[in-house]
């Protein structure tokens, strides 16, 4: 029994490193030659793709492995106040039909949880960054279902000041 609790503690323990040694790992993107003018972090076998919507908006999706996929949406900005785009982008997500709760925000964001069914819970995030006459929302990959850890590690890779 007690090498049975401390496999367990030991599976936990190696469990939760990696999720946080991922983000540890993951590397600087600059993702201007993709129309971006910022960096976020990613894994370094991450794949950048970018959908031009003419002078209404650009997508561009950054997907490293099965736990990384942010996808950047830039357009004008409908404001120049960082916070009303932010509430917006929580009103829109509150308003999905599997919405569950906000697990954390910050003034540029928020990390979410949402629940398809009793067995079925997911997270997401949303962080808005506003350059120029530009807002940028950053957030989860629309395929795919991610844990907590791994949503919060692209929020926080998606959030951190790189200096450039």
């Not at 201007?32 to 970018?50: C, M, N, Q, R, Y």
């Not at 785009?85 to 997500?93: D, G, I, T, Y």
């Not at 925000?105 to 530009?134: A, I, N, P």
Request: with cysteine; net charge negative; hydrophobic share 35%.
């Amino acid at each position: 029994m007690r090498n049975f609790f401390f496999l367990l503690i030991s599976f936990a323990f190696f469990a939760c490193q990696s999720e946080t040694n991922s983000l540890s790992t993951w590397s600087e993107l600059n993702l201007l030659e993709h129309g971006i003018p910022f960096s976020i972090l990613a894994p370094d076998s991450a794949k950048v793709e970018t959908i031009d919507f003419g002078n209404i908006m650009k997508d561009v999706t950054v997907r490293g492995g099965d736990d990384y996929f942010v996808q950047i949406f830039a357009s004008d900005a409908k404001s120049t106040d960082v916070s009303k785009l932010k509430s917006e982008a929580l009103m829109e997500v509150k308003e999905e039909k599997h919405f569950s709760k906000i697990v954390e925000e910050s003034d540029q964001g928020f990390l979410y949880e949402s629940k398809r069914d009793s067995s079925t819970t997911y997270y997401g995030f949303r962080y808005v960054r506003l350059q120029g006459s530009k807002e940028y929302v950053l957030q989860n990959g629309f395929r795919g279902f991610f844990t907590e850890d791994q949503a919060r590690s692209m929020y926080k890779a998606v959030s951190t000041t790189l200096s450039k």
